[in-house]
């Protein structure tokens, strides 16, 4: 075939191709023969070059001379004096292969029945849709000489091998020996394991079939993050392949006190098999688990599992594990807990497809929990829960809004069916619940609570706590509707129940509410008393807003549910509120509404009696009403006076408006003129008997009393003193 400058459309649509040269292709009773003359052009706009001319009888390595170079890669074939090599230069194989890319050589050598190599790549890539494989420094050298035992002598060394962020490596390999006597070497490591393994061992080639045989004579494990040293084999374990079967004998891995010892009988051919493992003081802290896991496990676990297969399929298993003690620790960021698990007993048997379990154990600091199931795997599940603690000291430290908890809790809890349709039964019982809630100040005690599951996809819960006087009482039932959105029904009701005891707050509640989700909205409506208390404003800690600068990153927080409120709030008679200047007892009645999306409203009255400070004087509050019809909870509207008595004379101030627009007014009885009353209520005597000094005083109060009428009264003032009084 000869091509000068000639397109091959039609052998190659799909990479075109541009040639010049002689190709010569012959069939031969020895075998092939191709003859190259100076053949160059492109390949898919690559660069192509290619001269020589061969003789391949179809095994081993071709003989002849051949010169071959596309876009950078270069392969050569040359005659050395007792055979023939062949090299291959790495440099640009993306052209070539879409995705792959690989620097480095390749270099074969037979010379009669023997065969060597040598590899050095010193990075290759591979690229598919989501998946990346990054290799770095992979070198390889060996010999295979042939005939009637042949002998192989090979190593492989790999520096690192990157998929994503897990890297694997390093990693080295040998093999060296005949079929007869052979051994294996290998060094890994992976992100989860170190491994060392060397083994030998023997290849026969019956008629009936090939077989090995050969032993692990030495073995090393060390999992990830373990501290020296890792799981070393304690002597030999031999291994025998062939005719489909796999025969390991029982070995052992030893680590400190820890034993972990395997046999397995496998088969390909359908026949039984067997896998047995038998755990002594396996240190389950060693056990690997992710980088950022806030949880971690401690004990050691002793047990023995025995596994059943026909042909590769595992069919049953007989299990036992035992633990004197098993920690689970849960941390976060401010808090770390520890549940434990004393005496446990755990059993498993039967086939995969309806296997049975049960468990026993005991919470410390709770008591005793059992588990039973049957027929896991299957379709028809049972499993049953039973708890008895007689200790709730356990919930200690998973929260800081509940502490020195204390209780019994006792029942059963059960499932059974299908896994797609699964139905959750039984029920749990909490007496003698005490507790203290340091953010309100708060100690509940008399707990008594029933959770129960009366009938499918029903949760209900009936009970009563006490705090203060009284016991507040909890009835609620709780499933999903057909849209798998959860529905809620409560009840909370109670007499004189304490809900904060603080410096700044006290306060005794008579709720009588009733909770209610409907439309994916909770509905709360009925009535809130707040006979008894005492709100100190002074005493809050005012809120401190981050500097301009601070930037707040957070986990993101899930938007609350919408709630729509119609309650009434009754107050009073012994509600006291103290705190800038007011000393006043609080009494009446206010309803208060709220609907998603739209301001919370009111409309009620509340009326103060009590004392006033103000204007640096004691203040007898006469009349102290706040009012809202239907408007914002935040904007009531005032109706308020104080006053002081002097001599015959009673000075006073008066409020109106609201508490946006508040309008501020001075009075005495029997009437005088503003700047009069003034003085007599800052000072105790008319303003003809004020002196200059006081100017400052009076300046102050006028000021109180807004920008108008306070002007006023401060220029009447400054007239009558003879100084300047500035009121803004």
């Known amino acids: 075939l000869s091509l000068r400058a000639r397109d ?92 792959v890319d690989a620097t480095g050589r390749i270099a074969l050598r037979q010379a009669g029945a023997a065969l060597s190599w040598t590899v050095d790549l010193q990075q290759l890539r591979w690229e598919r849709a989501t998946r990346r494989l990054d ?75 090939p077989s090995w045989t050969g032993e692990l004579a030495g073995l090393r494990l060390e999992p990830a993050g ?88 595992p069919e049953s298993l007989e299990a036992s594990l035992a633990s004197t003690a098993l920690a689970l620790t849960i941390s976060d960021e401010e808090r770390s807990k520890t549940l434990t698990l004393d005496e446990l007993r755990m059993t498993a048997s039967g086939p995969l497809a309806d296997l049975g379990v049960n468990l026993d154990a005991v919470l410390r600091d709770a008591g005793p929990l059992q588990l039973a199931a049957r027929g896991i795997g299957s379709a028809s599940l049972e499993a049953a829960l039973d708890v008895d603690f007689a200790s709730l000291a356990l919930l200690d430290g998973w929260s800081p809004e509940l502490v020195a908890a204390d209780g ?40 008594e609570l029933s959770l129960s599951l009366p009938e499918p996809g029903k949760l209900a ?38 809900v904060a005891d603080l410096p700044n707050l006290r306060l005794l509640a008579s709720p009588d509410l009733r909770l209610a989700t409907r439309d994916g909205v909770l509905r709360v409506t009925g009535t809130l008393g707040l006979p008894e208390g005492r709100i100190d404003l002074e005493r809050f800690e005012p809120a401190v807003s981050a500097s301009p600068d601070v930037v707040v990153l957070d986990r993101p927080v899930a938007a609350p549910a919408p709630v729509q409120t119609d309650v009434r709030y009754t107050l009073g008679p012994a509600l006291k509120l103290k705190g800038f200047g007011l000393d006043a007892g609080l009494q009446g009645g206010v309803r208060v509404r709220s609907r998603p999306g739209r301001p919370i409203t009111a409309t009620g009255t509340v009326d103060l009696s009590g004392g006033y400070r103000a204007y640096g004087q004691n203040l007898t509050i006469d009349r102290g009403r706040l009012l809202w019809t239907n408007a914002p909870i935040g904007n009531p509207g005032f109706d308020f006076s104080a006053y002081r008595t002097i001599e015959q004379l009673k000075a006073g101030v008066r409020v109106r408006g609201s508490a946006t627009a508040p309008e501020l007014t001075v009075y005495t009885e029997p009437p ?57």
């Open 8 to 99: 091959l459309p039609g052998l190659l649509p799909e990479h075109p191709t541009r040639l010049d040269g002689a190709l010569r292709i012959r069939q031969g009773s020895t075998g092939w023969r191709v003859e190259v003359d100076a053949l160059r052009g492109a390949w898919r706009e690559l660069s192509l070059m290619l001269d020589g001319e061969v003789d391949w009888a179809g095994t081993g390595l071709p003989v002849g001379r051949l010169e071959a170079q596309v876009d950078g890669n270069r392969l050569s074939l040359q005659p050395t004096a007792d055979g023939h090599e062949a090299s291959l230069r790495l440099g640009r194989l993306a052209g070539i292969l879409p995705g």
């Open 135 to 209: 290799l770095r420094s992979l070198q390889s050298e060996g010999r295979h000489d042939g005939g009637a035992s042949p002998l192989l002598e090979a190593r492989l060394a790999l520096q690192e091998l990157r998929e994503g962020e897990t890297r694997y490596g390093p990693l080295t390999l040998s093999v060296t020996g005949r079929e007869a006597a052979h051994r294996i070497v290998l060094d890994a490591r992976t992100p989860w394991l170190d491994l060392a393994l060397d083994a030998q061992g023997a290849l026969q080639r019956p008629a009936s079939g």
């Open 226 to 313: 373990l501290a020296a040293p890792g799981f070393v084999l304690d002597g030999a374990q031999r291994l025998a392949w062939g005719g489909d079967r796999l025969q390991l004998e029982r070995g052992c891995l030893r680590r400190e006190q820890a034993e972990v010892c395997v046999g397995a009988e496998l088969s390909l051919d359908g026949a039984p098999g067997r896998v047995e493992l038998d755990l002594q003081g396996l240190d389950l802290s060693i056990l690997p688990r992710p980088a950022d896991a806030a949880w971690s496990l401690a004990g050691a676990l002793a047990g023995r599992f025995a596994l059943a297969l026909t042909g590769s399929t």
């Open 408 to 447: 019994k809790l006792a029942g059963r809890l059960s499932v059974a069916g299908a896994p797609e349709q699964l139905q959750f039964g039984g029920a749990l019982q909490l007496r003698d619940f005490a507790a203290e809630v340091p953010a309100a100040g708060l100690k509940l005690r008399e707990g």
């Open 461 to 498: 819960v009936s009970g009563r706590i006490g705090s203060g006087q009284g016991p507040l009482a909890i009835e609620a039932t709780a499933h999903l509707d057909e849209a798998g959105q959860p529905q809620l029904e409560a009840t909370l009701r109670g007499a004189q129940v304490l």
């Open 672 to 728: 005088r003129e503003a700047s009069d009353a003034l003085s007599w209520l800052v000072l105790g005597r008319p303003l003809s008997s004020a002196s200059g000094d006081d100017g400052q005083q009076l300046s102050a109060a006028a000021g109180a009393l807004g920008s108008v009428g306070g002007a006023l009264i401060g220029a009447t003032i400054g007239q009558r003193l003879g100084v300047e009084i500035n009121v803004e």
